[in-house]
């Protein structure tokens, strides 16, 4: 069974003319289409499947601040006020609820590395407390362990994956936009090197501004062009269980799994950190960005399979623009998750919080996690086409700070102030190997 989804209803007419184009509907992309529908733009939304059917509906919806990169930590800010913001404006229910993220630890250098970064986010104005044992025990009462302790951020909070992009895709509409589903772009027209057009399987859409937002697809799409980018995509498998456990926390991180209510009671688990790494032509064409990283995670990944290559999302093959490409081979990537996790997951979850023990396993999903060698996005309008901007390599982070990322996107196009610096999202930083390059946090 893959994630749950709540299904929206689009027309099929393709039109002639935008003032922008957003290509691909997930959380980044839906949110970069409402903030500039919202601004009076003429934008068309294009997703070669459905709207939030990817990574953006199998993620565990988490919207924190806590233990963020210090280069995303203000968009995490401003994206908690835009998710209120969005909400009411476009008056429909996202899920999202600042309820608090509670993580819980017992091994010391965890504990040092939380309260250092504690102690910078205080400085820049973040809510978020070191927990004594006797607090952790008490905040995390049940799992009915000693912890040694923990953290509290009381401002953060949770969204729901199933009906977040939908919803804000029912925004970009209310707000004159047009989105289309099941219609993939295949690439980029061009007049005197700038953006002229965006080409469609069902016919080309003139524009001067496109935004690529297409999230796992990016690399391949931009190699078209001849504009590299690093990107990995790594499969992540979670499970959710139905409503019955009573007490838990809302949203509650440790090492041995990690637990975030739904919106209909029951609980998604997950295990921070473990994937699986399936090679993809474009991982090893980027493989001198990556080796940093997967060796200081190699604790948590492990080899894969064969799933991604054939899906071809990381491809490094031309395709002509006017035959089918690998977007409309597969609509919609929907991995096969590890079962070897799953059953890792669920019976870490069990033994940390007794209550799930009957509780029945009732969804089962896998996911591509597009990642950049520094686990930071690129959000950048200049990147060797005039006209085209570039939103991707999230790295698992998009959905929390999928309406701050769209609001930025929404701000370079426009000529607007920022809500946050950009240069810390450029594509160049990528110009070399990232060795000692690797977040901390």
Not at 19 to 48: F, H, M, N, P
Not at 294 to 313: D, E, T, V
């Amino acid at each position: 069974m893959t994630a749950p989804l709540q299904v929206l209803d689009t027309p099929d007419t393709l039109p002639s003319h935008a003032d922008c184009v957003v290509i691909g509907a997930g959380i980044v992309g839906v949110s970069a289409a409402y903030w500039l529908a919202r601004a009076g733009q003429r934008v068309v939304l294009l997703e070669k499947g459905r709207v939030g059917a990817e990574q953006s509906s199998r993620n565990w919806g988490w919207c924190r601040q806590q233990n963020r990169d210090a280069r995303e930590l203000p968009l995490s800010t401003k994206s908690l006020a835009l998710w209120e913001d969005m909400a009411a404006d476009i008056g429909d229910d996202m899920g999202f609820s600042r309820c608090g993220l509670l993580y819980l630890s017992n091994d010391d250098k965890e504990i040092d590395t939380w309260a250092t970064w504690g102690k910078f986010a205080r400085g820049v104005g973040v809510q978020t407390q070191m927990l004594s044992p006797a607090e952790a025990a008490q905040r995390g009462q049940a799992t009915a362990k000693a912890w040694k302790g923990g953290v509290w951020s009381p401002t953060d909070g949770i969204a729901d994956p199933s009906r977040a992009a939908p919803a804000i895709a029912r925004g970009v509409i209310k707000h004159g936009g047009v989105v289309l589903q099941g219609c993939a772009a295949r690439g980029i027209e061009r007049e005197a090197g700038a953006v002229s057009g965006v080409i469609t399987e069902r016919g080309v859409i003139r524009t001067r501004q496109v935004v690529m937002a297409g999230g796992a697809w990016a690399a391949s799409f931009l190699h078209q062009l001849g504009i590299g980018f690093p990107q990995a995509a790594i499969r992540s498998s979670i499970l959710s269980v139905a409503p019955g456990a009573q007490g838990l926390p809302a949203a509650l991180h440790t090492a041995a799994a990690s637990v975030t209510r739904r919106s209909d009671g029951g609980y998604t688990l997950a295990i921070s950190g473990f994937g699986k790494v399936d090679p993809t032509p474009g991982m090893l064409y980027g493989a001198k960005h990556f080796v940093p990283m997967f060796a200081k995670r190699w604790r948590m990944l492990s080899p894969g399979n064969l799933q991604a290559w054939r899906a071809g999302f990381e491809t490094r093959r031309r395709w002509a623009m006017d035959q089918p490409t690998p977007m409309e081979a597969v609509r919609i990537l929907d991995p096969r998750p590890s079962h070897a996790t799953l059953a890792q997951t669920l019976r870490q979850a069990r033994e940390l919080l007794p209550g799930l023990t009957q509780v029945p396993v009732q969804a089962q999903w896998a996911g591509y996690i597009d990642s950049t060698p520094d686990g930071v996005p690129v959000i950048d309008a200049s990147i060797g086409v005039p006209g085209l901007l570039l939103a991707a390599g999230f790295s698992g982070h998009g959905f929390g700070i999928g309406p701050g990322a769209g609001h930025l996107v929404a701000d370079i196009l426009l000529g607007r102030t920022p809500i946050t610096e950009i240069a810390q999202y450029r594509l160049a930083r990528f110009g070399q190997a990232q060795w000692g390059k690797v977040s901390e946090f």
